[in-house]
């Protein structure tokens, strides 16, 4: 069993920044990638950036530039540092890790970007 929890999400103001993490427990043999996705409401899911067990990183053109995930190995740990954010950003985000069995999900943090 994989557990994954979430923190980090809130309220900040438009061009604030954010840095949400996503702290994997339990029984991890492997990790492919773990990813960030994101849904606002009325909208379908988005994926937003994606960093591989190589260390290999991706993101979605609309974060491009604004977003950066990384990872910390010791602490089964994915971080997603958000700056410059927009209103658009304004969403659940949703962390998940992949492997060769699986794909495991948090519950997600809620991320709001208001003046």
């Known amino acids: 069993q994989v557990q994954l929890v979430e923190s980090g999400g809130g309220l900040v103001q438009p061009g604030g920044s954010l840095r949400l993490s996503c702290a994997a427990s339990g029984s991890i043999f492997s990790i492919n990638a773990m990813v960030w996705y994101r849904q606002a409401p009325g909208k379908q899911r988005e994926l937003v950036a994606t960093?591989?067990?190589?260390?290999?990183?991706g993101y979605a053109d609309s974060v491009k530039g604004r977003f950066t995930v990384s990872r910390d190995n010791a602490k089964n740990t994915v971080y997603l540092q958000m700056n410059s954010l927009k209103p658009e950003d304004t969403a659940v985000y949703y962390c998940k890790l992949e492997n060769d069995w699986a794909a495991y999900w948090g519950q997600g943090t809620q991320v709001t970007v208001s003046a």
């Open positions: 960093i591989t067990n190589g260390g290999s990183t």
